[in-house]
């Protein structure tokens, strides 16, 4: 499960060269809970194979008297009646510097890309917000959760929004190994 995740200057900076992103658009910096809005990539309209930020919130909230839907599992979001319809139309990729998951002692903990500042969470978007899909932990994370975020290889990000057949098969893929380290709670700075 991912309820939290961290967006650095330096992941931000990595996810633009990726998408085209209005300057009007002021990024959040920090921790992303729930309920609060973060950057995600998704299909440029005009343009057939280009990509575009913009800003969405973090959750769905699909039915008023429903809590706010953070997750998916990758496992079943393709033919669930609630899901299935935005995982073939409304994908999006959510960059972010890492993501933290929760031992069964209640530490919290930082996982991230070993090699890279920005790692890229399996999504959708709709309505103004959006949900990141999990999977199966793998190694790096399994001792911690037995769920993660379905992170994605820079070169899946494109493919993954653009390309619905491709999106279907990394459904199945094993996520990247993560580092784990305990999280150390401090805004990142922007100088």
Same mark, same amino acid.
């Given at each position: 499960?991912?309820?939290?995740?961290? =967006?650095?200057?330096?992941?931000?900076?990595?996810?633009?060269?990726?998408?085209?992103?209005?300057?009007?658009?002021? *990024?959040?910096?920090?921790?992303? +809970?729930?309920?609060?809005?973060?950057?995600?990539?998704?299909?440029?309209?005009? #343009?057939?194979?280009?990509?575009?930020?913009?800003?969405? %919130?973090?959750?769905?909230?699909?039915?008023?008297?429903?809590?706010?839907?953070?997750?998916?599992?990758?496992?079943?979001?393709?033919?669930?009646?609630?899901?299935?319809?935005?995982?073939?139309?409304?994908?999006?990729?959510?960059?972010?510097?890492?993501?933290?998951?929760?031992?069964?002692? %209640?530490?919290? *903990?930082?996982?991230?890309?070993?090699?890279?500042?920005? !790692? +890229?969470?399996?999504?959708?978007?709709?309505?103004?917000?959006?949900?990141? !899909?999990?999977?199966?932990?793998?190694?790096?994370?399994?001792? *911690? #959760?037995? &769920?993660?975020? !379905?992170?994605?290889?820079?070169?899946?990000?494109?493919?993954?929004?653009?390309?619905?057949?491709?999106? &279907? &098969?990394?459904?199945?893929?094993?996520?990247?190994? =993560?580092?784990?380290?305990?999280?150390?709670?401090?805004?990142? &700075? !922007?100088?």
């Amino acid at each position: 499960m991912c309820g939290r995740f961290q =967006m650095t200057p330096e992941a931000w900076s990595a996810a633009s060269r990726l998408a085209s992103i209005p300057s009007f658009i002021e *990024i959040p910096l920090g921790f992303i +809970y729930p309920g609060t809005p973060s950057l995600v990539l998704t299909a440029a309209e005009n #343009h057939p194979d280009s990509l575009t930020g913009e800003l969405a %919130k973090f959750g769905w909230k699909w039915k008023a008297d429903r809590p706010l839907q953070i997750n998916a599992r990758s496992e079943t979001a393709w033919t669930s009646p609630l899901f299935g319809p935005h995982m073939r139309h409304d994908r999006a990729v959510i960059p972010a510097s890492c993501f933290f998951e929760w031992t069964p002692a %209640k530490e919290m *903990i930082s996982c991230r890309e070993p090699k890279s500042p920005v !790692l +890229y969470m399996a999504g959708f978007v709709t309505d103004g917000s959006f949900v990141i !899909l999990t999977t199966k932990a793998n190694d790096s994370i399994r001792d *911690i #959760h037995h &769920r993660m975020p !379905l992170v994605l290889r820079e070169d899946q990000v494109t493919p993954w929004i653009r390309d619905e057949a491709a999106a &279907r &098969r990394m459904t199945d893929l094993t996520p990247p190994e =993560m580092i784990t380290r305990p999280a150390l709670f401090e805004q990142p &700075r !922007l100088f």
